[in-house]
């Protein structure tokens, strides 16, 4: 029987690790990925509780190659509004990744290109190997940049640097997705995962109301005027002073214990 296309675990601590599992295929994503793993890894993670951050990664020394070629070449047969309506379908499961309400990483080894490097872009945090390569390879064979990352990658490193890259078609790698502010942290390739899910399990100590609020206003701000920013924020800065977190917070602050979130102290020790 195959192997499955996908794996996805939930540790203790509350961290779904989500693995596409195709590495003879660099992790291209199939049809079957596209239908099934991830809309079922989005529901599991939308509705479980105890999952506090995701992390998404590609095993054997790739993240992700991309839509897989012969699912595109199905899909040139069919009628338009058929071809529409399957990418309206992922672009909708790419949006729900995006807007999920919990901390989301992408631990990047290897090849993150075209589809792979929209679904690296769909997470908040973004984590890679030395030998993480990425690229806009739509514009090679033809195509627009999709799977919502003409959305996010602009809101990253602004709109020029997305035009040259998409117009260009020219790969780079991990030193200048550095720069451009894409990758947040650079570990080894045999240590990555284990890197990326121990910064989510660092994350799950934290507030997951005020994170879930905190993405939701950030990630709107650029659409908003700052009148209506100002109301989103008095909004949810009401919501979370009346969480347990807070006011614990305020009371070990108060009575000088240690901190109930302290990251400097977590990455430290």
């Not at 490193?157 to 030193?175: C, D, N, P, Q, Y």
């Not at 209506?228 to 009575?255: G, K, N, P, S, Y």
Request: glycine share 8%.
């Amino acid at each position: 029987m195959e192997a499955p296309h996908t794996t996805l675990i939930v540790d203790a601590d509350g961290v779904a690790l989500f693995t596409l599992n195709r590495p003879a295929k660099m992790n291209a994503i199939s049809q079957q990925i596209f239908d099934r793993d991830l809309p079922e890894m989005i529901r599991r993670v939308e509705q479980d509780d105890a999952i506090r951050a995701l992390v998404i990664a590609g095993a054997g020394g790739n993240f992700c190659s991309g839509a897989d070629i012969g699912r595109m070449q199905r899909s040139d047969g069919k009628p338009a509004e058929n071809r529409a309506s399957g990418l309206r379908q992922t672009l909708d499961v790419m949006y729900r990744i995006v807007n999920l309400k919990k901390p989301t990483l992408a631990a990047v080894d290897g090849v993150a290109f075209g589809g792979g490097f929209s679904l690296a872009m769909s997470a908040d945090i973004l984590l890679a190997s030395p030998r993480a390569r990425f690229c806009l390879v739509f514009g090679r064979i033809g195509l627009i940049p999709d799977m919502a990352v003409a959305y996010t990658l602009p809101r990253a490193i602004g709109a020029r640097r997305t035009k040259e890259l998409a117009f260009t078609g020219r790969s780079f790698g991990v030193e200048e997705a550095e720069k451009l502010g894409i990758v947040a942290a650079v570990h080894p390739a045999e240590t990555l995962v284990g890197e990326a899910v121990a910064y989510a399990r660092r994350l799950t100590k934290g507030s997951g109301a005020a994170q879930a609020l905190a993405k939701s206003l950030i990630d709107r701000s650029l659409a908003s005027t700052q009148a209506e920013m100002i109301d989103a924020e008095c909004a949810a800065q009401e919501a979370v002073r009346h969480t347990d977190f807070h006011r614990e917070a305020v009371r070990r602050f108060l009575a000088k214990e240690p901190r109930l979130y302290d990251w400097d102290r977590m990455t430290q020790a």
